[in-house]
C-alpha cells in the first residue's frame, strides 16, 4: 500500500494505483475527458493535471501512479490556467453545431467547457478537418467534433479485440479512420460510439431520433444470447431509441456486442404479430383472444377426449422466461396431463448437460463469466464470439491483459484465433481424438493434480487406464495436427494454476457431440478447470434463455431443478395431480406427427423449421397437423401453417426471470408495451390455464417465482436486488462433494472424408430474430455458403457464384463466399437466414453434414 | 570550425551578433560545419535551441518552417496541446511571415511555447524550445515582419528529422519510443513491425544487445531507465509464442545480385533490407550454420540458437540464399564475387583472437587454448574439445566472462577468470559478472599472466603478477602496473585467453582490390557510407569497426543496404536525409545528463525473471524468462515517449 495526501487529505492506495484512483477513493474530483476505466490509460486530454509537492511540472492524474508521501493538488490557478488553455484548443474549429450533434446533452466536451468555466476562446488555426465520414454501415464519423481521445481505438482493440480504427494522419489533419482507410468492416458492436466523448461517432439508427435528455431508460438484460448482459433500453414515446449500457455497475462493464446495441429493429419490426389470428376454412382470421383461446382449449379438450393427451405436443423456447417456461411446461403435464414436451436444446446443450451432470455433476457453467479473466489458460472450443461475444470479452481480457495462454480448438479459424497461442484446427470428426490427446498429454507430464482426482473423482483409477491406452500417433493422426503442437498446447492447460474451458456450439451440436463433451469434461477435471474459484467449464448456447428452460424442466425426462423425470412423485403431490407416465422428446414428437399419433402441436416461441435440423421434415410433418397453435412475435412461414396464432411479447417487453449460460439469475423489466393485442407469453400460458383447469391461474411473479424455487431446488441465492432490479447473481464457482465425479470414457468415431459443411450463427445475427432487424441486416444481409478456395475451384465456382447444396437431407441455393480461413474439405453456413434455411440439410443429430456443391 | 552567431543550445546564451567570438568547437558542440555536399550548415533549430552560424539566416522563416514540419510531419496529434498548439504556433508563424501579423500573435506564442510544455511527450514540448528562444532574443525580427519591413529570405534547404536520446544512442536508430509505446498500447504486432524497420533481429537484440539506449534514457533520470531491450524481447516472444507468420513481404524483383559475405548479424541485417528492396542475395559463411559470433560466440543460455535460427529463417525466406561452410579467400576470391555480383557486402566478423603477449604461447602446448572465441565455437559447435576440471580464463570482457561460464557447463570444476585490474572496470556488462559469480566463477583480479607453466607439453599452471592500479588512462579507466616481485602460479589444466579478437582480413592480402585498412586491421568505408575503396565493394560490422557489438552490425549492415540500393539504382553510394541527420544528431548528442526532468519518479524498473542459482551452471537453458506481458506494458508505460526534432537551415 502506498500513502499520499491528495488535497491535504490522506489517502492510502495499493501500488501501482493512480493518483486519479486515489483522488476517487476519498471523493475528490479531478477533471478528466479522455480517461476511461476499461481501457489502457492514454494521458492524451492533459486535463486531469495537478500539482506534485517538489516537482516542477504537472502530472496527469490518470496515468500517473501514485508513490509513498506524495503530495497532491488538484485544483490551483495555475492548472485552472492550463485546463482552461486546453480545453480552448479543443474548441478551435469546434462546429458549433450542437443543436444537431447527437451528443449534445451527454456531451463531456460540453460538460467539460461548463464545468471548467471557458466561455471564450482566443487561438486561431486553419480548419483543416476531415469531412465526415457518411460510408460506413451503422456508424458515422463527424471528425471535426473529435477531440482525439483514442478511447474509440482503445476499446476496439483492447476490449473488444476487433482493432479496427487507427489515429490516421499528423498534426491537426488527423482523425479516426479504419485500419485500412476502407469503409468501416469490423464487428459492429458499435462501443466506440458508446465511449465516444463527443459526437464523433455516432450510431446511425439513433441519429435525429431523439435528446437524451427525452429517453426514458430501463435496465433490463439482453437475451439474444446466453451471456445476458445487462443494457438500459433507451425509450421515447413508447418506442425503443437506442440501447445502451453503463460501465463499471454492468456484469458487462457497459460493453455490448451487435446484437445488443443494434440488433432491436425486430421489436418493432412491421412483421410483429398484432392481434390473434384463427383459421376457419383455410382462411386465417384476425380474432380476439378469447375467440382464440378458447379454440385452443376446445381442441385441445376435444382431441384428449378422442385421442388421449399422448397426441398432443408442445416445443418451448429459450427466447421465454423462466417463469414462462416453467408455466408452459406445467400447463402441458398438470393441465393437459401431456408429457410429450421439449425445445431446440434437444440439439444441443441438453444432451451436453446431461453428460456434465451425469460425470461432473454440473447443471450449467461451473463459474460465474466474469472468473474467465483471471484464468491463466483457456480453452475456446469453437466460434465463441459469434455465440456470446461477451464471453469473447472475458477470454481477451484473460489472455491480453491478464498473461493467460489461449487455446483455440475447432474445425475452423474463428475471431479468437488471431490471439491464441496455440491454434489447434482438427480434422472434422477428431474433436475426441483432440481433447483425449490433450487430457493424456497433460496426465503424462505429470501436469494433473493427483490428489484432487483422487478425492473427487471415483474411478479415478479408470480415467489413467484409459487415457494410458490411448495412441497418441493414433491422434496425431486423426485430427492433423502437428505432436509439437498438441504437446505445447498442452503445457498450456497442464501448468497453468487455472483454466477456463468454453464450449460452443461447433462442439456441443457437433457430429459425436456426446463423447466430445465427454472427451471435453475429462480434460477438463486433469487440467483443474473444476478446482478453485477462478476459470472454470462453460458450455454455451447461442440461444438466450436455453439454460433457463433446462431448469425449468422443458424436456419429456426433466423436472424443474433438472431433476430426473422418473422422480416426478413429489411434484405431482406438490401440483395436486397425477402426471403421466412418459413423454416424447422433440425426435420422438417429429416421428409421431408422421405416424399421426400426435396431432396437435402448440409451438411456443419456437420455430422448427428455422432453428431445428432436419427443418424439410418437420415442415411436412406440421402440415399433417389437425391444429398447429404458433405463439411467436413475428410473422413466418410457420404463422402461416398455424391455425391459431397466438402474438406473444420480445424479452424488453416484459417481466420475468432468465438465466444466463453461467447460471446467473437476471431480472427482466418491461421497457416497452408489446404491440396492439399482443400480449406477455406468461400471460398467454395462464389464460390458456384457467380456461384449461377449473380454478382461475393468476401470474403473480412472487408465488411462481416462489414454487419454482421450492421446486427445483435452484434459484434459492438471494440475489442483488437493487433500484434498477437486476440481479447479477453472486453465484458461488461449483464445488464438487468427494467421490461426486465420474469418468466416462469417450471413443473418437472416423474422420469424415467428404466436404463437410459446419453450420452456426453468423457473427452479426442471433437466432431468426435480429434477421428481422434492419441494422442487422445492414452489415448482414443475407446467408450464404463459405467454400475454402481449393473447394471452390474443385466445385468450379468462384465468389458469388450460385450454388446448389445438397445432402442426403435436402436442398438449398446459395450465393459463394471464398473464405481462405476455411481449411480444405470444410464449408461453413450461418444458421440464422430462413430464406437460406440450411437447417434442411442437416440431419437430426449434427450441425454439420457432408454436402456436395455444384453450380446452380 | 563554424564561428558561432548565436546560441541558445546547451542551456547557455551565446549573443555574438554585436561582437564577440565563439566558435562551435569552443562551446563544445559538435556540429557539423557542413551538409553533405550541399552546402554549409547557416542554423540549427532544435529541442534545446537554435544554434546560427549564419548572420544572414532569417530566424522568423526558420522558425516558421520548423513549426509546419513538426506539425505536419512528426506531431503524432495523440495529446490536446500538441495537436492544436502547434497548428495554431504554425499558423500564427506563417501568417506573422506572410506579413499578416499581428503584436498580440506574439502573446498567442508565448502562451502555447508554454501550454506545450503540458504535452503528452517532448516532441511538440520541446519544439516550443527554439521557437521561444527565437522570439525571446530575435523579437525585433518578428516585430519587424508585424511591422511589414521584413520579406522573407528562407534557407537554399533546410533538413530536419525526428529523433529520440535513446533512438540516437542505439546504433541501429531503432525507434524506440514507437516500439515502445506500442507495447503500452497492447500492440505487439505492431510493436514488433517498428523493431524490424531498423533491426531484423529481435529475438537476438532483445537478449544479448549492450543496449546503450538505455544509457540515453531520460527515464533514468528521474528513477531508472526503461528496460528498452527486454521489451523488443517481449515484442518478438509474442510474434514467436503466437505462432504468428512474420508479415514481410520480398520487394519487387530488381533483377540486381548482391553477395553478402558472413551471416552474422551484420550480413543478415544489410541482406534482410536489400530482400525487401527485391534483391537476389546470396549469403556466404564460413561457418556450418548462421547467426556468425551470435551463434557460436554468444552461449546458449544467453541467445537459445533455435530462436536465433528463427530470426535468420525470417529472412531467409524472404528470398536469400545462404551457402555455408564457405570461406572467403578459401573457397572463392573477393574478385569473383565482385565479378558474378553488382555489390558485394563484407560482414565477416573478428574472430582472430588476440594473442596475450607473455612467454610460452607460441610454444604449442597442450592445454592451451588459441582463444576464448574458438573455445566457444568449438564447444557451439559441438567440436570435440575437452575442458578439463581447472580452467583459467584470461581477460575481462563479455566473451571472457563466455568462457568461464561455459567452461562450468562443460564439467570445469573450477573455472578462473584472470583479469589485470578490478570488477569494477571489468569491459563485461556488469550483471553478467554478477550472473558468473552467482554460478561459482572464480575471480582473480588485480592479476595478469606473465608465463605459461608446463610439464612434458602440457600446461599446468600460469605464473601471474599481481596488479596494481595507478592513475586512469585515455578510457577513464586506472591504470594497472605489476608490483614487482609478486608473480606466483595458479596451477590449471587449460588456459583461455580472451583479451580481444581482430577481424581476419586475410582474404584481402593478395592486395590487389584498393581496400585500405586500418592500422587495427580493419576495413576502412568512407563518410558513413559503408562503401570501401573499391566502388561497390561495402563492409560493416566488426571487420570495419573491430570487435564490437551486434547492434552496431545490425545499424551497419542497415546503412550499407541503403547505400547499396542508392548505388545499384543510381549509381552512386551516398547519404539521404535520414542518414546524414541521424549522423549529425550523433555528433551532435540528443541525451543530456545534466537534465532536470521535472516530473515524479519512484517507479523501478521491471525486471524479467530468471532463473536463479548455481545450479543452472549445468545446462544451456536460458536463463533469462519471459517477461510476461502484463509487465511488460507496466515497464512500457514508463517510456516518457522522448520525441524531439532537430532541422537544419543549409546555405
Same mark, same amino acid.
Given at each position: ?119 471564450? $476562446? ?87 431520433? %431523439? ?38 455497475? &454492468? ?142 470479452? $472475458? ?208 409451438? %411456443? ?41 397466438? +402474438?406473444?411479447? %420480445? ?73 434498477? =432490479? ?24 472416423? /474422420? ?6 459446419? &453450420? ?13 432487424? +434492419? ?10 455458403? %463459405? ?37 480444405? =474439405? ?24 457432408? /454436402? ?5 | ?26 562551446? @563544445? ?38 513549426? @509546419? ?53 517532448? *516532441? ?201 561452410? !564457405? ?42 587454448? !588459441? ?15 575437452? !575442458?578439463? @576440471? ?43 559478472? #554478477? ?80 581496400? @585500405? ?47 547499396? #540500393? ?58 533469462? *524468462? ?26
Amino acid at each position: 500500500m502506498v500513502n499520499l495526501k491528495i488535497d491535504g487529505k490522506a489517502v492510502q492506495i495499493e501500488k501501482g494505483a493512480t493518483i486519479l484512483a486515489a483522488a476517487e477513493k476519498v471523493g475528490i474530483k479531478i477533471p478528466t475527458l479522455c480517461y476511461l476505466k476499461k481501457i489502457s490509460p492514454t494521458g492524451a486530454c492533459r486535463i486531469c493535471v495537478v500539482e506534485i509537492a517538489g516537482v516542477s511540472k504537472p502530472m496527469t492524474a490518470c496515468n500517473t501512479p501514485a508513490v509513498e508521501g506524495m503530495e497532491v493538488t488538484t485544483q490551483s490557478e495555475n492548472l485552472t490556467t492550463i485546463r482552461k488553455q486546453i480545453i480552448e484548443l479543443l474548441l478551435v474549429n469546434h462546429p458549433l453545431d450542437c443543436p444537431v450533434c447527437d451528443a449534445a446533452g451527454e456531451c463531456d466536451l460540453q460538460d467539460i467547457c461548463y464545468g471548467q468555466e471557458v466561455n471564450r $476562446q482566443e487561438f486561431e488555426a486553419d480548419n483543416l478537418s476531415h469531412e465526415p465520414i457518411e460510408e460506413w454501415p451503422l456508424i458515422q464519423q463527424v471528425p471535426s467534433r473529435c477531440v482525439l481521445c483514442e478511447k474509440c481505438v482503445k476499446v476496439c482493440h483492447e476490449v473488444v479485440g476487433a482493432s479496427a480504427m487507427v489515429v490516421r494522419s499528423k498534426g491537426d489533419r488527423a482523425f479516426i479512420d479504419t485500419v485500412d482507410g476502407k469503409p468501416l468492416d469490423c464487428e459492429f458492436c458499435g462501443n466506440c460510439v458508446a465511449v465516444c466523448p463527443t459526437g464523433t461517432l455516432i450510431e446511425k439508427p439513433f441519429k435525429f431520433k %431523439a435528446r437524451p435528455w427525452e429517453l426514458s431508460l430501463t435496465r433490463t438484460v439482453c437475451t439474444l444470447c446466453s451471456a445476458q448482459c445487462e443494457i438500459d433500453v433507451n425509450v421515447k414515446q413508447g418506442k425503443i431509441a437506442r440501447i445502451t449500457s453503463v460501465d463499471g455497475e &454492468t456484469i458487462n462493464d457497459g460493453s455490448l456486442c451487435v446484437g445488443g446495441r443494434f440488433g432491436y429493429g425486430y421489436v418493432a419490426s412491421e412483421k410483429r404479430l398484432t392481434r390473434p389470428a384463427l383459421r376457419k376454412d383455410g382462411m386465417t382470421l384476425e380474432t380476439d383472444w378469447e375467440g382464440a383461446l378458447s379454440a385452443v382449449s376446445e381442441k385441445i379438450q376435444n382431441l384428449k377426449g378422442e385421442a388421449g393427451a399422448a397426441a398432443l405436443a408442445g416445443l418451448a423456447s429459450p427466447r421465454l422466461s423462466n417463469e414462462e417456461n416453467y408455466l408452459f411446461q406445467k400447463l402441458f403435464r398438470a393441465a393437459i396431463g401431456c408429457n410429450n414436451i421439449d425445445s431446440e436444446a434437444r440439439f444441443g446443450l441438453l444432451p451436453a448437460t446431461q453428460i456434465l451432470g451425469k460425470s461432473l455433476g454440473l447443471k450449467g457453467g461451473s463459474n460465474r463469466i466474469d472468473r474467465i479473466t483471471e484464468a491463466k489458460a483457456v480453452l475456446a472450443f469453437g466460434d465463441v464470439t459469434s455465440e456470446a461475444p461477451a464471453v469473447d470479452w $472475458q477470454i481477451e481480457k484473460a489472455c491480453r491483459k491478464n498473461d493467460g495462454k489461449l487455446i483455440v480448438a475447432g474445425l475452423r479459424k474463428v475471431k479468437l484465433t488471431k490471439y491464441a497461442n496455440a491454434s489447434l484446427i482438427c480434422r472434422p470428426g477428431s474433436e475426441v481424438w483432440l481433447a483425449n490427446a490433450l487430457a493424456k498429454l497433460i496426465v503424462d507430464a505429470g501436469q494433473a493434480d493427483k490428489d484432487y482426482l483422487q478425492r473427487y473423482v471415483e474411478n479415478v483409477d479408470e480415467l489413467y487406464a484409459y487415457l494410458a491406452s490411448l495412441d497418441l500417433d493414433e491422434a496425431v493422426k486423426q485430427t492433423g495436427l502437428a505432436r509439437e503442437l498438441l504437446e505445447e498446447a498442452a503445457d498450456y492447460l497442464g501448468s497453468a494454476p487455472s483454466v477456463a474451458v468454453v464450449m460452443a456450439s461447433d462442439l456441443l451440436r457437433g457430429t459425436d457431440a456426446e463423447a466430445a463433451v465427454s472427451a471435453v469434461a475429462t480434460l477438463a477435471l486433469v487440467s483443474g478447470a473444476l478446482h478453485g474459484d477462478i476459470g472454470g467449464l462453460f458450455p454455451l448456447d447461442e440461444k438466450g434463455n436455453t439454460q433457463g428452460l433446462l431448469d425449468m424442466g422443458v424436456a419429456p425426462e426433466l423436472l424443474p431443478g433438472q431433476k430426473s423425470y422418473a422422480d416426478s412423485a413429489s411434484v405431482a403431490s406438490a401440483w395436486g395431480v397425477t402426471l403421466p407416465s412418459d413423454g416424447k422428446d422433440a425426435h420422438g414428437i417429429l416421428e409421431g406427427i408422421e405416424k399421426g399419433e400426435i396431432r396437435f402441436l402448440y409451438l %411456443a416461441a419456437c420455430n422448427p423449421l428455422a432453428s431445428f435440423p432436419e427443418a424439410g421434415r418437420w415442415r411436412k410433418a406440421l402440415q399433417k397437423l389437425d391444429f398447429l397453435v404458433v405463439q411467436d412475435i413475428l410473422a413466418s412461414e410457420l404463422t402461416e401453417m398455424a391455425h391459431v396464432v397466438l +402474438p406473444g411479447a %420480445a424479452a424488453v417487453e416484459k417481466s420475468g426471470t432468465v438465466t444466463s449460460f453461467d447460471q446467473r439469475i437476471n431480472t427482466l423489466k418491461p421497457a416497452v408495451n408489446p404491440p396492439g393485442e399482443a400480449k406477455v407469453d406468461l400471460e398467454i400460458f395462464a389464460a390458456l390455464y384457467t380456461h384449461l383447469s377449473a380454478r382461475p391461474v393468476e401470474v403473480d411473479f412472487s408465488s411462481l417465482q416462489s414454487e419454482i424455487r421450492q421446486l427445483s431446488g435452484l434459484y434459492t441465492e438471494v440475489c442483488r436486488t437493487d433500484a434498477a =432490479g437486476i440481479c447479477a447473481c453472486n453465484k458461488e464457482a461449483f464445488r464438487p462433494a468427494d467421490k461426486s465425479m465420474t469418468f466416462y470414457p469417450a471413443q473418437g468415431g472416423g /474422420v469424415s472424408k467428404e466436404l463437410e459443411l459446419l &453450420t452456426a450463427t453468423s457473427l452479426y445475427h442471433f437466432g431468426t430474430s435480429t434477421t428481422f432487424s +434492419p441494422a442487422a441486416c445492414e452489415v448482414a444481409e443475407s446467408g450464404y455458403v %463459405a467454400l475454402s478456395p481449393e473447394d471452390a475451384q474443385e466445385a468450379g465456382v468462384a465468389d458469388g457464384s450460385r450454388v446448389k447444396v445438397t445432402s442426403s437431407f435436402g436442398a438449398t441455393q446459395a450465393d459463394v463466399v471464398v473464405d481462405n480461413d476455411l481449411p480444405k =474439405g470444410l464449408a461453413f453456413a450461418p444458421t440464422n437466414f430462413s430464406a437460406l434455411n440450411v437447417q434442411s440439410l442437416l440431419s437430426s443429430s449434427a450441425n454439420r453434414v457432408a /454436402v456436395k456443391v455444384a453450380k446452380s | 570550425m563554424s564561428q558561432v552567431v548565436f546560441s541558445s543550445w546547451g542551456g547557455k546564451v551565446v549573443d555574438n551578433r554585436k561582437g564577440g567570438e565563439a566558435d562551435l568547437a569552443s562551446l @563544445k558542440i559538435k556540429l557539423p560545419e557542413k551538409y553533405l555536399n550541399e552546402g554549409k550548415i547557416g542554423a540549427f533549430f532544435g529541442w534545446d535551441g537554435l544554434l546560427v552560424m549564419n548572420r544572414d539566416v532569417d530566424i522568423v522563416a526558420l522558425a516558421a518552417e520548423y513549426m @509546419k514540419r513538426v506539425q505536419e510531419k512528426y506531431c503524432c496529434a495523440k495529446c490536446s496541446p500538441g495537436k492544436r498548439g502547434t497548428k495554431v504556433l504554425q499558423d500564427t508563424l506563417a501568417r506573422i511571415l506572410s506579413g499578416h501579423g499581428e503584436e498580440r500573435d506574439l502573446t498567442v506564442i508565448a502562451e502555447i511555447n508554454s501550454l506545450l510544455e503540458q504535452c503528452k511527450c517532448t *516532441l511538440c514540448m520541446t519544439s516550443a524550445k527554439p521557437v521561444q528562444d527565437a522570439l525571446t532574443h530575435y523579437r525585433d525580427d518578428f516585430e519587424a515582419y508585424i511591422r511589414g519591413e521584413r520579406k522573407p529570405n528562407p534557407a537554399k534547404v533546410y533538413h530536419d528529422k525526428v529523433t529520440a536520446p535513446c533512438t540516437d544512442r542505439c546504433p541501429a536508430h531503432i525507434d524506440i519510443p514507437a516500439y515502445v509505446e506500442e507495447i503500452k498500447d497492447y500492440r505487439f504486432d505492431e510493436s514488433l513491425a517498428s523493431v524490424r524497420r531498423n533491426m531484423p533481429i529481435p529475438a537476438v537484440c532483445g537478449r544479448v544487445c549492450p543496449h546503450p539506449c538505455e544509457k540515453g534514457c531520460r527515464r533514468g533520470l528521474v528513477d531508472e531507465p526503461v528496460s528498452i531491450m527486454v521489451l523488443k524481447r517481449v515484442a518478438s516472444d509474442h510474434e514467436w509464442l503466437h505462432h504468428k507468420e512474420p508479415p514481410m513481404l520480398p520487394g519487387q524483383k530488381k533483377g540486381k545480385k548482391i553477395a553478402v559475405v558472413g551471416a552474422g548479424p551484420a550480413g543478415l541485417t544489410c541482406s534482410y533490407y536489400l530482400l525487401l528492396e527485391g534483391y537476389d542475395v546470396t549469403m556466404f559463411d564460413m561457418l556450418p550454420e548462421p547467426g556468425g559470433t551470435v551463434a557460436v560466440g554468444i552461449p546458449d543460455y544467453r541467445m537459445p540458437r533455435h530462436l536465433l535460427r528463427r530470426d535468420v529463417e525470417i529472412i531467409r525466406s524472404l528470398g536469400a540464399e545462404i551457402r555455408y561452410n !564457405t570461406k572467403l579467400g578459401r573457397d572463392m576470391s573477393l574478385r569473383e564475387l565482385k565479378e558474378e555480383y553488382d555489390a558485394v557486402f563484407l560482414g565477416t566478423g573478428a574472430f582472430k583472437s588476440k594473442p596475450m603477449g607473455v612467454e610460452g604461447e607460441d610454444a604449442g602446448y597442450e592445454g592451451f587454448s !588459441t582463444g576464448g572465441i574458438n573455445y566457444l565455437r568449438a564447444v557451439a559447435l559441438g567440436q570435440p574439445i575437452e !575442458t578439463p @576440471k581447472r580452467v583459467i580464463v584470461v581477460g575481462g570482457g563479455n566473451t571472457a566472462i563466455d568462457c568461464v561460464r561455459v567452461a562450468l557447463r562443460e564439467g570445469a570444476e573450477d573455472s578462473i577468470l584472470v583479469y589485470r585490474r578490478t570488477r569494477k572496470e571489468m569491459p563485461a556488462e556488469p550483471y553478467e559478472v #554478477d550472473d558468473a559469480d552467482e554460478e561459482n566463477v572464480q575471480f582473480e583480479f588485480l592479476r595478469n599472466p606473465t608465463r605459461l607453466i608446463a610439464e612434458n607439453g602440457k600446461v599446468v599452471g600460469v605464473e601471474v603478477v599481481e596488479m596494481a592500479l595507478g592513475e586512469p588512462d585515455e578510457s577513464g579507466r586506472r591504470r594497472p602496473a605489476p608490483v614487482p616481485g609478486s608473480e606466483y602460479v595458479i596451477p590449471c589444466d587449460l588456459v583461455i585467453p580472451a583479451i580481444g579478437q581482430d577481424p581476419d582480413l586475410s582474404y584481402l592480402e593478395d592486395g590487389d582490390y584498393g581496400i @585500405k585498412q586500418t592500422r587495427w586491421n580493419s576495413i576502412v568505408t568512407h563518410g558513413g557510407t559503408m562503401m570501401t575503396d573499391n566502388e561497390g565493394i561495402f563492409a560493416g560490422g566488426d571487420c570495419e569497426y573491430g570487435a564490437m557489438t551486434v547492434v552496431l552490425a545490425v545499424g551497419h549492415g542497415r546503412r550499407a543496404a541503403r547505400v547499396i #540500393d542508392r548505388y545499384l539504382t543510381e549509381g552512386k553510394a551516398y547519404l539521404d536525409e535520414e542518414d546524414a541527420m541521424e549522423d549529425i544528431f550523433s555528433s551532435l548528442g540528443v541525451f543530456d545528463d545534466n537534465e532536470d526532468v521535472g516530473i515524479i519518479g519512484g517507479l523501478h524498473r521491471e525486471h524479467q525473471p530468471k532463473v536463479d542459482g548455481a545450479e543452472r551452471a549445468q545446462n544451456y537453458d536460458e536463463i533469462e *524468462l519471459a517477461m510476461p506481458e502484463s509487465q511488460a506494458v507496466r515497464e512500457a508505460e514508463r517510456c516518457l515517449r522522448c520525441y524531439r526534432v532537430g532541422m537544419v537551415a543549409i546555405d
